[in-house]
């Protein structure tokens, strides 16, 4: 909701202050709907959407997908949505197809996938290097998709009436 006009107080600062932060990267997605201000920019141009009480724009709108909706449009959003699909998507298929203890690694990255996806509700986890992380693990989740390709090509081999030659 529309956070002008409530009283701010120490129980509710933190909140109020996340709320503003979100209200102002959604006007700015309404007035740039489909290409968004320009990936960075929610700083620069939170001036022209702060609320009242709220002038610090704070690096970020305390919400990746209203960040990103801000920044980048519907489009970017889109996109990004579109890569977290599919790297879900091979993430779930690999864990049907893999053996104990291969498949734990799939279970551990699909959990890191999902809690990093929670977590951008309330803050932007892309700080700190995380990229490099990131980046390490969807290289690992690379390798066990080669690995299982591998792994099924053997098996052909092994069922091919050829091979038994």
Do not use: C
Request: proline share 3%; hydrophobic share 50%.
């Amino acid at each position: 909701g529309d956070v002008r006009g409530e009283d701010i107080n120490d129980a509710n600062y933190a909140v109020l202050e996340r709320l503003a932060h979100w209200q102002a990267a959604v006007d700015m997605a309404r007035e740039n709907l489909w290409l968004g201000v320009g990936f960075g920019n929610y700083e620069p141009a939170y001036a022209d959407y702060a609320l009242l009480n709220w002038p610090y724009p704070l690096g970020h709108a305390h919400n990746y997908y209203l960040n990103l909706v801000a920044e980048v449009g519907v489009v970017g959003l889109l996109a990004y949505l579109v890569l977290w699909t599919a790297v879900f998507w091979q993430t779930i298929r690999l864990l049907r197809r893999l053996d104990w203890p291969v498949r734990g690694i799939a279970l551990g990255l699909l959990a890191v996938w999902a809690a990093i996806s929670v977590h951008h509700l309330v803050d932007k986890l892309y700080v700190n290097n995380i990229y490099i992380h990131l980046g390490v693990m969807l290289g690992l989740l690379q390798l066990l998709e080669i690995g299982d390709w591998r792994l099924e090509i053997r098996r052909k081999r092994l069922k091919s009436p050829v091979s038994n030659l």
